[in-house]
């Protein structure tokens, strides 16, 4: 593995330089024999329609994950955090739904144009437009969202969970006894998990689906909800 | 520790959907008062519901949680009383087992699908659910089927199992059964 290779030949060096190094982003050019050398810019040197110089292709970059993503747009690396997401995405799910948002927010619409009707094959489909109205604060945008996943058949128990993460407290407290009533162990689950109750146990029957949900709307969160509502208007919206 | 005897009963299936909604929006209204009433709570238990944040918050602790565990108990009773009428309990601890394992009743699939539904506590509402514990239901319909399916196999089937069969084709309506009401 590259990324080991290099950690092992430079110890003291952070993850960023080796994540550079590994993303060709660096100045220096990597050293011959260090490990298959990553694809650097496309072989003709083209640009994109916008002038913008390609994000770097990488190969052998397997081990990165989302959480490197966030880490770095967290450090303000937007670029490096591009470039971990094209070399991490399947070409399906939250990945390639950050990468579609990342492009978006850099102009790139190359990029966009690539990735949207991926996006629009994510299913199922209400489970992503609930993630980023969970990842919202009270409000229009949430609504809409909400709105949006009903009508591509979110079942109950999302929109409860949903209401029950509300900020407001009778908005939440519905939100719970309707989870109650569809889904007791998942109620049982957000309660301790989201809301703090803690006189209440996580219910292991609803763990995974617990997770499967709330890691994306987490994901969403620290990624940025705005640059994945954007993504959405457009991909529901239909516009080019 | 002895196991567990199943019990069957006769469900109003209105009347418990009449208690299921009437719990559900006084907790949604966090009426307090009501729900003692509801449930016919002492003066400590609903001092008890009172002074926690919301009533739902309880209802979400687990079923052998002190301060949660007498109110689960009236519930369950006001349910019974509402909805449920006792028809018959096994003598056999062995029912169950008998009843998830026997090859005579497993090899036919429409009587095995029908005993899963009815040992299937998950179909069951939430107040209804006791952790480690059997229960489930059939709708009339599904029930004499049921009944009357075994009963073809009388012969093959040992004496928990027959009795269990005559209990179910001699009542009328849904049935409801569990081994901790």
């Known amino acids: ?240 | 520790m002895s196991r567990p005897l199943l019990s069957l009963y006769r469900l109003d299936r209105n009347k418990l959907q009449e208690v299921s909604a009437q719990l559900r929006d006084l907790l949604a209204r966090d009426d307090r008062s009501g729900l003692s009433a509801l449930l016919g709570l002492g003066e400590e238990l609903a001092r008890r519901l009172a002074a926690e944040r919301w009533a739902v918050g309880l209802m979400l602790r687990p079923d052998e949680d002190a301060q949660a565990s007498p109110i689960f108990a009236s519930l369950r009773r006001v349910v019974k009383r509402a909805a449920l009428e006792h028809v018959w309990t096994s003598e056999s601890p062995a029912l169950e087992g008998r009843l998830r394992a026997y090859d005579v009743l497993r090899e036919e699939q429409d009587i095995a699908e029908a005993i899963d539904r009815l040992l299937d506590a998950v179909r069951l509402p939430w107040f209804l659910q006791r952790p480690g514990g059997t229960g489930g239901w059939l709708d009339d319909d599904q029930r004499e089927t049921l009944a009357q399916r075994m009963e073809a196999l009388g012969p093959a089937l040992p004496d928990e199992i027959n009795a269990f069969v005559e209990a179910l084709g001699g009542m009328d309506g849904a049935a409801l059964v569990h081994d901790r009401l």
């Open chain 1, 1 to 240: 593995m590259l990324l080991f290779t290099l950690a092992g030949k430079v110890p003291l060096v952070g993850f960023f330089d080796r994540a550079k190094a590994v993303f060709g982003l660096q100045k220096d050019s990597p050293t011959p024999g260090s490990g298959p050398a990553p694809r650097a810019e496309r072989s003709d040197g083209r640009q994109n329609k916008a002038g913008r110089p390609p994000l770097p292709e990488v190969s052998g970059a397997a081990s990165a994950t989302i959480e490197d993503v966030l880490v770095a747009r967290a450090a303000g690396s937007f670029d490096e955090a591009r470039a971990i997401l094209a070399a991490i995405d399947k070409g399906q799910g939250l990945r390639t739904v950050l990468r579609a948002a990342a492009a978006l927010e850099a102009r790139d619409e190359d990029e966009v144009t690539t990735l949207l009707p991926l996006v629009r094959k994510d299913s199922p489909a209400w489970q992503l437009r609930l993630q980023v109205a969970a990842a919202l604060e009270n409000g229009p945008g949430r609504e809409d969202l909400v709105a949006r996943g009903v009508k591509l058949g979110a079942p109950a128990w999302s929109i409860a969970w949903l209401r029950a993460l509300s900020s407001n407290d009778d908005e939440q407290r519905a939100g719970l006894v309707d989870l109650l009533f569809e889904d007791a162990a998942l109620a049982r689950t957000v309660a301790a998990r989201d809301l703090g109750f803690a006189d209440i146990k996580v219910d292991n029957d609803a763990i995974r689906r617990y997770t499967a949900f709330a890691h994306g709307r987490d994901v969403i969160r620290r990624f940025g909800a705005a640059q994945v509502v954007a993504l959405l208007a457009r991909v529901d919206g239909g516009s080019p």
